[in-house]
């Protein structure tokens, strides 16, 4: 494999590490961009992307992550279809270890986003995008006028109803225990939200489907009770787990394992910037994504200036 050191390494190809790469390999900094499997992370999974600005009709999602690969690529920025194995981000040449070879960076940033926690139930995965969503933001335009199910208890889950239940016919609310963990501020318009239904107690233990989600089953743990749910879609808000395993105990991370980077995108580690939605972030969409990794290229070039 060619021995190359490279200005900058992005870790993940999705819209927070190309934007990174469109910006650093303009400012002709020679830039690498390491990804798994295939550009776009989430967004290349999401058939239909209604809230990424210019495109009035919708883009699909993984059309939006090849069109960055390209405006990337177009600026000398080169792509390497490879898993990464380890890392080592001390110092001022980072080493990545990939499947295909070591690569050296100057800088490194992280862009390995986070994934949605599953409800772990048989079909989940076959029906996402056909009935089951972990994102309302995304996705709720296509259930406008119909039934729909959120699972989950924290702010999250209840802004997700918030949302839905303006758009939607009926929404349940589906947690596990008999109070929300939310914050106050969202509880009072959730009560005067008159299209809102609330299953306490309760968990989803089973989807029911054909082609598409067409409901749900429901248990009450505290009394046994079960019933069926029919439903056009069910969201699923239980959390997120972060993309961050590689970088445990180099860079610092927060009790979730997200790692703790400012609006700089620095990390507690110099030369090392953390964009996309493995960082600490009140919204994580692809249009936040591409904003971290247009003001980590700066911080990158601005690091660069003072360590030549």
């Not at 469109?22 to 830039?31: E, I, M």
């Not at 690498?32 to 919708?58: A, C, H, R, S, W």
């Not at 000398?76 to 690569?103: D, F, H, M, N």
Request: with cysteine; charged share 20%; net charge negative.
């Amino acid at each position: 494999m060619e021995q190359k050191q490279y200005d900058t390494i992005v870790i993940g190809g999705g819209p927070g590490g190309y934007t990174a790469a469109l910006y650093t390999a303009r400012a002709n900094l020679s830039t690498l961009v390491l990804e798994k499997l295939t550009p776009g992370g989430q967004m290349g999974t999401t058939d239909q992307i209604d809230n990424y600005p210019g495109f009035p009709q919708g883009v699909n999602g993984f059309e939006l992550a090849m069109q960055m690969q390209q405006g990337a690529e177009r600026f000398g920025a080169r792509t390497e279809l490879t898993e990464v194995i380890s890392v080592e981000l001390a110092g001022p040449v980072k080493q990545v270890r990939t499947q295909s070879g070591t690569y050296q960076g100057r800088t490194v940033v992280l862009a390995t986003g986070a994934s949605p926690r599953e409800l772990g139930l048989p079909g989940e995965g076959e029906l996402r995008g056909r009935g089951v969503s972990y994102c309302a933001t995304c996705d709720g335009m296509f259930y406008r006028g119909r039934t729909v199910a959120v699972v989950g208890g924290g702010n999250t889950a209840v802004a997700d109803v918030l949302y839905l239940s303006r758009i939607c016919e009926k929404v349940y609310l589906i947690h596990r225990r008999d109070t929300l963990r939310a914050s106050k501020v969202y509880l009072d318009p959730l009560q005067k939200a008159g299209n809102v239904e609330f299953l306490w107690d309760s968990q989803v233990t089973e989807l029911l489907y054909g082609e598409t989600l067409t409901g749900v089953k429901v248990q009450n743990k505290k009394t046994g009770e079960a019933k069926e749910l029919a439903l056009d879609g069910l969201f699923v808000a239980v959390g997120h787990v972060p993309n961050t395993e590689l970088f445990q105990g180099q860079v610092e991370l927060d009790q979730g394992g997200y790692v703790i980077a400012d609006e700089t995108t620095r990390t507690s580690l110099p030369g090392v910037f953390a964009v996309g939605d493995l960082r600490q972030k009140p919204l994580r969409q692809v249009v936040t994504a591409a904003a971290d990794g247009a003001v980590a290229s700066h911080f990158i070039e601005e690091y660069l200036a003072e360590h030549p």
